[in-house]
């Protein structure tokens, strides 16, 4: 069975640091693009950063660029997100999500929703002083 498990959220104050790791099993995250999107409260869940199966691109969204890592270790078939210099504004449950890349997409052009079809439960990330 395909699972995803995030792990790692948390309350923290503005201008700190969580990191989040979106372990995988029933399958090798080797082949997969893989996602992270968050999800505030009476909000559309928006990606955040992507990265790809191949070459190791990533994207990032413009809210979290230059403050936000996303990595992948395939050894133990994880991936992470390492936040910094966190604000208010990314308050919100965060979701990792895979699937396998679409033929000439980009890691930008992958880095959306609706086309991903495995999910993990999702992690808090709450940001307050």
């Known amino acids: 069975q395909l699972q995803l498990v995030e792990s790692g959220g948390g309350l923290v104050q503005p201008g700190g640091s969580l990191r989040l790791s979106c372990a995988a099993s029933?399958?090798?995250?080797?082949?997969?693009?893989i996602g992270w999107f968050r999800q505030a409260p009476g909000k559309e869940r928006e990606e955040v950063s992507c990265?790809?199966?191949?070459?190791?691109?990533?994207y990032y969204s413009d809210s979290v660029k230059g403050r936000f890592t996303i990595s992948r270790d395939n050894a133990k078939n994880t991936v992470y997100l390492q936040m910094n210099f966190l604000k208010p504004e990314d308050t919100a449950v965060y979701y990792c999500?895979?699937?396998?890349?679409?033929?000439?997409?980009?890691?930008?052009?992958?880095?959306?929703?609706?086309?991903?079809?495995?999910w993990g439960q999702g992690t808090q990330v709450t940001v307050s002083s």
């Open positions: 029933g399958f090798t995250l080797d082949y997969y693009v």
């Open positions: 990265i790809s199966s191949s070459d190791g691109s990533t």
């Open positions: 999500a895979a699937d396998l890349p679409i033929s000439l997409a980009t890691t930008q052009t992958m880095c959306v929703v609706t086309l991903y079809n495995y």
